[in-house]
Every structure is written in C-alpha cells, then in structure tokens.
T-cell receptor
C-alpha cells in the first residue's frame, strides 16, 4: 500500500460543482501539503499544514479550502469548481524530525477535469 | 524573487547515451537542493539531496553536482535506460523558522528512445 494515498485518482466534474480531494498518509509525518501541477508550470503550493491545528495558505490558495481532520488526513475542497482548476493535484508529506531535510513524499496524484 | 530555472525544457536521447540536465537558482538563503524524478502519472520521488558543502553526489547512474558559488546544479545520467524517461525536477529549499521552504523548477522532460 502507498504511504500517501489520494482519492479519487481521477474525477470529471462540471463548473460550479463542489469537489473534495482526500489525502491520507501512514508515514507518521506532521506536515502535509497540497500542490497543483499544470503542464509547463511545475508544482505550485495551494495550502500546507504543520499539524492538526495549523493551516497556511500557499501561493495559489484562491478558490480552494482545506481541512486537516487528523494528523494523517488532509483534504482539499473546491467550493465551486471552474475550468481553470483543471489540473493534476498532489498531496505531499514531510517530517519535522531532527533528521528532516525537507524531503517531500508525494501521493500518486488526483487528476481533476472541470468541464 | 526566489527562482529555480531548469534547462533544457525537454530532451530526447537514445538508449545507452549520457545526458546532463541543468538547474540555476536564485533562492536565498540556500539550505539544500534536491532532484526529483517524476514518472508519467506518478508523484515525484527524491533522487538526491545536496547541501552547501557538497559538490557531488551519486545515486546509481545519477550524479548530481552543485556549485554554490555560481548557484548552479546539474544532474548527469549515465548509460540511459528506457525507464529513465520521466520529468526531472530541481527543488531548492531555504530554511526558515525551523522549516524548509521549497521552490520548484518547472522540470526537464526526458524521453529515452530505444
């Protein structure tokens, strides 16, 4: 089983619909992240959380919200999806420990298409 | 603005050949530099990490170099294999308040043909 699991892996929806992408991890890491990847643009940070009570905006948070339900779970919501939110979304985790060097561990990605 | 620039944007080589990917950065203060490999449809996976004092690090057929003075890194792939076809992402992190703030390059797409 994957250490960082994202659901769904693929989703097609219509403009205006509410969408939730879920992420769960078994790595025991405190820190979780949501990234968006678009062709030619690389990975961009949407939101990140350093523990259950900590939520921080990334560089492109507009139109998105997140919930850290538990240490192992971090979900991303699109309240009213629009076509330019069509992208590949990645959840990632990292460790806060003394050996931490900032390595990110990514899920397999959730491909979202908004029609 | 902290930036990470990668070149080339894409590269096609024949199986068995060597290639070198480049990464230039302006991230400051520098903490570490990682190269990630991202297979199509998968999440990125770390290949190497380099800190300020390191100038070469190998992981099998992958060798990364770092010149902290010129703020340049390269990833050299030796004797390429079909499985090397992927996107290679350079990520430079700076340390801030006990955390690492990564800046991602846009990646180099490598295609290895038989």
């Amino acid at each position: 089983d994957a250490d960082v699991t994202q659901t769904p892996r693929n989703r097609i929806t219509k403009t205006g619909k509410r969408i939730m992408l879920e992420c769960s991890q078994t790595k025991g890491h405190d820190r979780m992240y949501w990234y968006r990847q678009d062709p030619g643009l690389g990975l961009r940070l949407i939101y990140y959380s350093f523990d259950v009570k900590d939520i921080n905006k990334g560089e492109i948070s507009d139109g998105y919200s997140v919930s850290r339900q538990a240490q192992a779970k971090f979900s991303l919501s699109l309240e009213s999806a629009i076509p330019n939110q069509t992208a590949l979304y990645f959840c990632a985790t990292s460790d806060r420990g003394t050996s931490n060097t900032g390595e990110l561990f990514f899920g397999e990605g959730s491909r979202l298409t908004v029609l | 603005k902290n930036q990470v620039e990668q070149s080339p944007q894409s590269l096609i080589i024949l199986e068995g050949k060597n290639c070198t990917l480049q990464c230039n950065y302006t991230v400051s203060p520098f903490s570490n530099l990682r190269w990630y490999k991202q297979d199509t449809g998968r999440g990125p996976v770390s290949l190497t990490i380099m800190t300020f004092s390191e100038n070469t690090k190998s992981n099998g057929r992958y060798t990364a170099t770092l010149d902290a003075d010129t703020k340049q890194s390269s990833l050299h792939i030796t004797a390429s294999q079909l499985s090397d076809s992927a996107s290679y992402i350079c990520v430079v992190s700076k340390a801030s308040g006990g955390s690492y703030i990564p800046t991602f390059g846009r990646g180099t797409s490598l295609i290895v043909h038989p």
